[in-house]
């Protein structure tokens, strides 16, 4: 005969299986399935993590060397299916956003769903998908980086323009 207290204990343990099921957005039904979804979980944000401090340092060490002379802060987010990109500058910056859809386009990459500002100041959150047709897939550092030299290039033609 199960006691009472075993009946508190299985339902207290299914009442936490189902709270980690729920914030880990895991669709799995039994125990083990739960906690090895829970699991891949955690390996995920322990890898944002990294990523967001490689990025910070990143962002110190060019903001320390005045190389760029709009401080532009940019993060790229694996996604189940593309990426999640995020654009932000305190300066309005006229043609960036052209820039920036041209570098998705030599990717490959679709633009999902995309919210921008560029009154004030310059904000893009973008979703892009990889090309059906792509063979290899990529990965945020390589769009990263062709970001980041759009606004370079975007960067460059701005100040030539000035100048003439």
């Given at each position: 005969m199960v006691s009472r207290e075993q009946k508190k204990a299985a339902a207290a343990l299914h009442e936490k299986l189902q709270l980690l099921r729920s914030i880990t957005n895991s669709h799995a039904l039994n125990k083990t399935s739960i906690i090895v979804d829970a699991s891949k979980y955690i390996e995920e944000l322990k890898q944002r993590v990294e990523r967001l401090n490689q990025d910070i340092a990143t962002a110190e060490s060019s903001s320390s060397s005045h190389?760029?002379?709009?401080?532009?802060?940019?993060?790229?987010?694996?996604?189940?299916?593309?990426?999640?990109?995020?654009?932000?500058?305190?300066?309005s910056c006229s043609g960036l956003l052209v820039s920036i859809l041209e570098a998705f386009?030599?990717?490959?990459?679709?633009?999902?769903?995309?919210?921008?500002?560029?009154?004030?100041?310059?904000?893009?959150?973008?979703?892009?998908?990889?090309?059906?047709?792509?063979?290899?897939?990529?990965?945020?550092?390589?769009?990263?980086?062709?970001?980041?030299?759009?606004?370079?290039?975007?960067?460059?033609?701005?100040?030539?323009?000035?100048?003439?």
């Amino acid at each position: 005969m199960v006691s009472r207290e075993q009946k508190k204990a299985a339902a207290a343990l299914h009442e936490k299986l189902q709270l980690l099921r729920s914030i880990t957005n895991s669709h799995a039904l039994n125990k083990t399935s739960i906690i090895v979804d829970a699991s891949k979980y955690i390996e995920e944000l322990k890898q944002r993590v990294e990523r967001l401090n490689q990025d910070i340092a990143t962002a110190e060490s060019s903001s320390s060397s005045h190389q760029n002379p709009l401080p532009m802060q940019v993060t790229v987010e694996t996604l189940e299916k593309g990426f999640l990109i995020n654009v932000f500058s305190k300066k309005s910056c006229s043609g960036l956003l052209v820039s920036i859809l041209e570098a998705f386009e030599e990717l490959g990459l679709n633009v999902l769903e995309a919210r921008v500002s560029c009154t004030e100041s310059f904000s893009l959150q973008a979703v892009g998908g990889e090309n059906e047709e792509q063979s290899e897939s990529m990965d945020a550092q390589v769009v990263k980086q062709a970001i980041l030299q759009a606004i370079r290039n975007w960067s460059e033609t701005c100040s030539n323009d000035e100048q003439d």
